[in-house]
């Protein structure tokens, strides 16, 4: 929960009680070390861009944000990292910029596989699952993307587009979509010797925001639902600590945009060790989960 330093006190923000995350972004504050912008804004108007900070209450400010965009549509160009690590992850192409309309970034097709998507392309020692990991995300799909078993709506992925050292996504079917978690290296890396691939029988409902989470210790796997947990996989093959990590993306798969989210995102952070899900109560409390 959100919890104060004492009856009428300031806040503890996430990443205050839970410290050590190498990337963490988010639509509000997380970190009270953290005095930077949330996100980097382009106006379709203009093509100006502009910085969009916080509120003394922590929350995005939508004041300044509404002030600058107008009836304009606003583009994403940076969405900046509250850890301190400097992981920020940007699009500079325009026609693969999110939108963002001050509650939540959307991410979409723009049309045969080219999805937006947001890029770290120097995040190399920041996130190698040595030992374990974790990972948090609020996101939800589009409801006017609901059919086709081959799509895959990718809400994270880290690797060079052929190793991945982790490829959190779900497929989406006509009644509903699963959430799944990879860890691969080719062919020598599997979970459960499935492909690479697990599946979870937790399903997304289109348009209800939810925390997908997950985590990884050394040889296990497992995801979790809002806060609900599926029964641990076992990791064979190649460690993934000794794979290409040097590419970040989140809505897109490495930074080709072939595969991506058809959906919306408000949080993402990451943990290079496995803190056991330690975030759940207060991204559930928060965002009413």
Not at 139 to 161: E, F, H, P, Y
């Amino acid at each position: 929960m959100i919890t104060t330093f004492g009856w009428g006190g300031p806040p503890i923000l996430v990443l205050d009680e839970n410290p050590g995350a190498c990337a963490a972004y988010s639509l509000r504050r997380l970190s009270g070390l953290y005095n930077g912008p949330a996100i980097r804004v382009r106006r379709s108007s203009d093509n100006a861009e502009q910085d969009i900070y916080f509120t003394d209450t922590n929350n995005f400010d939508i004041t300044a944000f509404n002030a600058f965009v107008g009836v304009s549509t606003a583009y994403v160009r940076t969405w900046y990292d509250q850890s301190g690590n400097g992981k920020d992850v940007g699009q500079t192409t325009i026609a693969k910029q999110p939108i963002c309309d001050g509650m939540q970034l959307s991410f979409f097709d723009t049309g045969s596989h080219s999805y937006t998507g947001l890029v770290c392309n120097s995040f190399s020692n920041g996130f190698q699952y040595i030992g374990g990991g974790s990972i948090y995300v609020v996101a939800k799909a589009n409801d006017n993307n609901s059919g086709g078993n081959n799509i895959w709506d990718v809400l994270i992925s880290q690797g060079d587009g052929s190793n991945y050292m982790v490829n959190l996504s779900f497929t989406k079917t006509f009644i509903g979509s699963w959430l799944k978690g990879e860890f691969s290296a080719g062919s020598s890396r599997t979970i459960d010797g499935n492909s690479n691939k697990i599946t979870n029988t937790y399903y997304l409902i289109n348009t209800q925001w939810s925390n997908f989470s997950t985590i990884q210790t050394d040889g296990t796997f497992k995801l979790r639902f809002n806060s609900i947990e599926n029964s641990p996989y076992t990791i064979t093959g190649t460690n993934p600590s000794s794979l290409n990590s040097n590419i970040l993306s989140i809505g897109t798969t490495s930074n080709t945009g072939f595969y991506g989210l058809w959906g919306s995102m408000k949080e993402v952070i990451l943990y290079p060790t496995n803190n056991n899900n330690a975030l759940d109560s207060n991204i559930n409390h928060y965002y009413s989960i």
